[in-house]
């Protein structure tokens, strides 16, 4: 099994929100591929908010941090490290 | 304004009066207005979107709008025949290769041909992002078996613009959009056509199979939500709302003409606030219309995406609003006109018929559609950002 940067509970999540993705997802691929359309976002934020105690700034909510696992990953462990 | 443009205004002021006279009969029969639709050809209106290096006007989305709305308050179905045209045609110009640019813009420009849109399915209703029918690879062709359960003008059409899953093994939202000319199909008329309004568009059913070679695909293969995004979609709204705002106004204004005729006669309280009313649904659908065209208009200047959640959360608000204003305007306008002047087929102010067409609004592209799309996207914009001052 490769390795992820990313926690289990992160990994988890996202993939209850990405109905395409078959088994662990890489870092690097769009996870609009993998399923992830607007209404998808919505609840994949509400309950990365929710699961991991952090809040979303507005700002964050753009395509950019949506674009693939480790994009989202790297605001996301920002937000951690700051709570 | 560069020459080619300017003649487009010209050219559409001029064919309003043809729009007007087959208006009532295109109504009344349910058939393509092939009359006005050849004035469109005539006079280059075809290509308005078409770059002026292929042969159009060079025209953009505030153009669209400007000419949408002059068409809609003549005939409303012949105007949204247009705009749809022109929704297919920005759909090519933006995402077509070079290849397919070079041999159908300029024969669109020319007037030679009418673009149809295929995106609704049976088993998926109207969901645009979607697919069902799968393009199947056969050598180097894509062969297409769709089911279209309404086509406007797809009896008329020399061209389509047709949503197909990318391939049978592809998921359902691995969509693709390609263009097939009349000729690469063979196309069979499914069920009659004989709704409430939109009659002149002549929307019947269609089963169209045959085959396209891969350089008809508009965008990525399987990449339609792109396109929808950043073309079609912007494209539709914007087009659509001022078809429906034109209409609205142009009741508006014949009801305003009918009551002024009546001479001195006070105007009552009752018909002042009937009047009052369709007058502010008319302006804040005008006014909307505006910012949304601008806030588009802005993006692509820019070359940024329209798919900021603000940006679609604005042009779904357009249809939905525009869609459900420009119809309790006109609703309100019967009421003033009345059961000899407005309500009659054969009124002398077209509130009937107008009312009919604009009912489908709401249906064309479902509201429900869009409000539950745009409730669930409003979540992530809890600061409510208006059009983007840095923007504009
Ligand atoms: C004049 C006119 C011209 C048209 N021309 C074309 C054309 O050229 N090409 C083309 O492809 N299509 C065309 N259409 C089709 C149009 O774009 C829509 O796809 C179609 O009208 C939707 O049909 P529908 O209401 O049956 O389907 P749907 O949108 O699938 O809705 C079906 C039902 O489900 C309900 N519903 C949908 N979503 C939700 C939700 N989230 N929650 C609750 N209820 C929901 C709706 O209210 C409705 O009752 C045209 C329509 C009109 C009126």
């Not at chain 1, 509970?9 to 990405?18: E, M, N, V």
């Not at chain 2, 008809?216 to 087009?239: C, K, T, Y």
């Given at each position: 099994?490769?390795?992820?940067?990313?926690?289990?509970?992160?990994?988890?999540?996202?993939?209850?929100?990405?109905?395409?993705?078959?088994?662990?997802?890489?870092?690097?691929?769009?996870?609009?591929?993998?399923?992830?359309?607007?209404?998808?976002?919505?609840?994949?934020?509400?309950?990365?908010?929710?699961?991991?105690?952090?809040?979303?700034?507005?700002?964050?909510?753009?395509?950019?941090?949506?674009?693939?696992?480790?994009?989202?990953?790297?605001?996301?462990?920002?937000?951690?490290?700051?709570? | 304004?560069?020459?080619?443009?300017?003649?487009?205004?010209?050219?559409?002021?001029?064919?309003?009066?043809?729009?007007?006279?087959?208006?009532?009969?295109?109504?009344?029969?349910?058939?393509?207005?092939?009359?006005?639709?050849?004035?469109?050809?005539?006079?280059?209106?075809?290509?308005?979107?078409?770059?002026?290096?292929?042969?159009?006007?060079?025209?953009?989305?505030?153009?669209?709008?400007?000419?949408?709305?002059?068409?809609?308050?003549?005939?409303?179905?012949?105007?949204?025949?247009?705009?749809?045209?022109?929704?297919?045609?920005?759909?090519?110009?933006?995402?077509?290769?070079?290849?397919?640019?070079?041999?159908?813009?300029?024969?669109?420009?020319?007037?030679?041909?009418?673009?149809?849109?295929?995106?609704?399915?049976?088993?998926?209703?109207?969901?645009?992002?979607?697919?069902?029918?799968?393009?199947?690879?056969?050598?180097?062709?894509?062969?297409?078996?769709?089911?279209?359960p309404i086509v406007t003008g797809g009896g008329h059409a020399e061209g389509f613009l047709v949503t197909m899953r990318e391939s049978p093994d592809a998921d359902d939202h691995r969509v693709t959009l390609c263009y097939a000319e009349r000729d690469q199909l063979t196309l069979e008329t499914t069920g009659e056509w004989d709704p409430l309004g939109m009659r002149g568009t002549?929307?019947?059913?269609?089963?169209?199979?045959?085959?396209?070679?891969?350089?008809?695909?508009?965008?990525?293969?399987?990449?339609?939500?792109?396109?929808?995004?950043?073309?079609?979609?912007?494209?539709?709204?914007?087009?659509?709302?001022?078809?429906?705002?034109?209409?609205?106004?142009?009741?508006?204004?014949?009801?305003?003409?009918?009551?002024?005729?009546?001479?001195?006669?006070?105007?009552?309280?009752?018909?002042?606030?009937?009047?009052?009313?369709?007058?502010?649904?008319?302006?804040?659908?005008?006014?909307?219309?505006?910012?949304?065209?601008?806030?588009?208009?802005?993006?692509?200047?820019?070359?940024?995406?329209?798919?900021?959640?603000?940006?679609?959360?604005?042009?779904?608000?357009?249809?939905?609003?525009?869609?459900?204003?420009?119809?309790?305007?006109?609703?309100?306008?019967?009421?003033?006109?009345?059961?000899?002047?407005?309500?009659?087929?054969?009124?002398?102010?077209?509130?009937?018929?107008?009312?009919?067409?604009?009912?489908?609004?709401?249906?064309?592209?479902?509201?429900?559609?869009?409000?539950?799309?745009?409730?669930?996207?409003?979540?992530?914009?809890?600061?409510?950002?208006?059009?983007?001052?840095?923007?504009?």
């Open positions: 099994m490769s390795e992820t940067p990313w926690p289990a509970a992160f990994a988890d999540i996202l993939a209850r929100h990405l109905p395409l993705a078959e088994g662990p997802v890489p870092g690097d691929a769009a996870l609009s591929d993998l399923g992830l359309d607007s209404l998808g976002t919505v609840s994949l934020v509400m309950e990365l908010e929710d699961s991991l105690d952090i809040a979303i700034p507005d700002e964050l909510l753009v395509a950019e941090t949506f674009h693939t696992a480790a994009t989202l990953w790297a605001a996301t462990s920002d937000l951690l490290a700051r709570a | 304004m560069e020459e080619e443009l300017a003649s487009a205004y010209d050219a559409a002021r001029a064919v309003l009066p043809v729009l007007e006279d087959q208006a009532a009969d295109t109504d009344r029969s349910a058939e393509f207005p092939v009359k006005a639709v050849d004035a469109l050809r005539a006079a280059g209106l075809m290509g308005l979107l078409v770059p002026v290096e292929h042969g159009g006007s060079g025209g953009d989305l505030g153009d669209l709008v400007a000419i949408a709305g002059l068409f809609g308050s003549r005939c409303v179905s012949t105007a949204l025949i247009w705009a749809m045209h022109c929704q297919q045609v920005d759909c090519v110009v933006r995402f077509g290769g070079e290849r397919l640019r070079a041999g159908l813009l300029p024969r669109i420009a020319a007037g030679e041909v009418y673009l149809a849109s295929v995106t609704t399915e049976a088993g998926k209703g109207g969901h645009l992002l979607s697919g069902d029918a799968a393009l199947v690879g056969d050598g180097d062709q894509l062969r297409i078996d769709r089911q279209a002549a929307s019947a059913g269609m089963r169209l199979r045959g085959a396209v070679p891969p350089h008809q695909v508009v965008g990525e293969p399987g990449g339609f939500r792109a396109v929808a995004v950043e073309s079609m979609i912007p494209a539709g709204h914007l087009g659509w709302s001022a078809v429906w705002l034109g209409a609205a106004r142009r009741v508006l204004s014949d009801v305003l003409g009918m009551v002024r005729a009546r001479g001195a006669e006070k105007v009552s309280d009752l018909t002042a606030d009937r009047l009052a009313r369709a007058r502010i649904d008319v302006e804040l659908v005008a006014s909307y219309l505006a910012s949304v065209r601008d806030e588009v208009l802005a993006h692509r200047r820019a070359g940024t995406s329209l798919a900021g959640m603000p940006t679609q959360i604005h042009l779904n608000n357009l249809k939905v609003a525009a869609s459900e204003l420009t119809f309790r305007a006109v609703d309100g306008l019967m009421q003033v006109a009345g059961l000899a002047k407005g309500y009659l087929r054969d009124s002398p102010i077209p509130v009937e018929r107008v009312f009919r067409d604009l009912r489908s609004a709401a249906l064309n592209y479902g509201n429900d559609r869009l409000t539950t799309m745009t409730g669930a996207l409003a979540l992530l914009d809890r600061d409510v950002t208006f059009a983007p001052a840095g923007l504009l």
